[in-house]
Every structure is written in C-alpha cells, then in structure tokens.
C-alpha cells in the first residue's frame, strides 16, 4: 500500500503492511504469528493518513507469496551448505517468482 501525488507518482513514505497468514519457524516447533482468515471473514487495516496537500491518493495493493514458507527454506539451505546444488538454486529462483498480486486500486484521499 501506498499514496501517491496528483499525477499518480509513488510517495515515498513509511507504508503500513498487515501480513495475512501463518508464520512458523524453519523447525515447525511453534507459530511466530497465525493471522489467516476463516471462510467468508473480512479485514479491515486502519492507518491514520495525513493529507497535507491535496490531490493525494491511496494505492493498495494485495500481494500473495505462496511458497514464503520454501523460499526462506531453500535460501536458508543454500547459506548453510557449501555446495549450492543446482537443484536446490532452480528450486529458490521459482519460489522467488511466485508471489503475485491479487488486487490493486487507487482512490483520492
């Protein structure tokens, strides 16, 4: 998410994210943060914007990362090993490309 100027450039701010969903460690032995949605549950984010100047606009957006949890597995593997195995190297750059955006908008502020 983020705001932009009257002609529609990026701001660059501090911009809010909320993480939606499951956060283990590497070991599975606990869950750093379970913030997933039930079926048919919404979310809400609030941000106290300040609208200095006008023109101003929100830009959010909703990135899925589905393979977050292999990524940082196969990035962690390849820093402890040291040969980096192709198959382990292909396998970090297609999880690395997977992330997607489902929703992106602009409205005026």
Same mark, same amino acid.
């Given at each position: ?5 009257? =002609? ?8 809010? =994210? ?24 919404? $979310? ?5 914007? !300040? ?7 929100? !830009? ?11 990524? !940082? ?8 090993? =040291?040969?980096? +195995? ?8 297609? +999880? ?6 489902? $929703?992106? !908008?602009?409205?005026?502020?």
């Amino acid at each position: 998410m983020g705001l932009v100027d009257a =002609e529609r450039r990026p701001l660059k701010t501090a911009v809010p =994210e909320a993480p939606i969903g499951h956060d283990p460690p590497l070991d599975l032995s606990r869950e750093v943060y379970d913030t997933r949605l039930a079926p048919k549950a919404s $979310f809400t984010m609030t941000e106290p914007w !300040r609208v200095d100047r006008p023109g101003l606009g929100l !830009r959010p957006r909703v990135v899925v990362e589905p393979d977050r949890f292999y990524t !940082r597995s196969f990035d962690i593997s390849r820093r402890q090993t =040291e040969r980096r +195995t192709a198959p382990l190297c292909e396998a970090l750059r297609q +999880t690395r490309h997977s992330p997607f955006t489902i $929703f992106l !908008r602009e409205a005026p502020l």
